[in-house]
């Protein structure tokens, strides 16, 4: 994922002018993309290991990558047992790893998310696959709207 997709930079956003107006909610949905986005889970590949569950699912931590039951691998420690005389009163971390290297999955996976996540997941979706775009959804120069006028000369 090191595209610009047409800027001269990533994370290059255009110039604001009266057409392409700019307002906190855009800068917000960016800060969402670029923290939480940018991650392995969302590329589709971790570890050469494909996703299995929905893109959706992956963005938005609403489940397991590979979509494993009842996964447990490691976990936090909430109290250390190195202290003494906690060590026999701290249960075992279980821990049944299966060598993928992909962690699991760490949210409620009985959430059902609602119609409107999904809608600001697909509009999410459509502002990061031009993030980088620097023409404001058109071309470099005019050179679209002349065809497009060459069509429509009567």
Known sequence: MSTVLGGPYNGYSTKQTITNYKDSEQTAIRR?????WNTQQAGGVVNNN???ITPFRAVNNL???LSRKNYVCGGSNQVNASK???KGHIGSILSQCDGTGV?????NMRHVPDSSD???YKKQNAINNTYNDSSNGGDQSNGSYVALMRVRHF
């Not at 969402?32 to 939480?36: A, K």
């Not at 962690?103 to 949210?107: F, T």
């Open 32 to 36: 969402i993309l670029r923290n939480s």
């Open 50 to 52: 494909k996703r299995v």
């Open 63 to 65: 489940g397991d990558f």
């Open 84 to 86: 003494p005389g906690w």
């Open 103 to 107: 962690a699991a999955g760490s949210g």
């Open 118 to 120: 999904y809608i600001r």
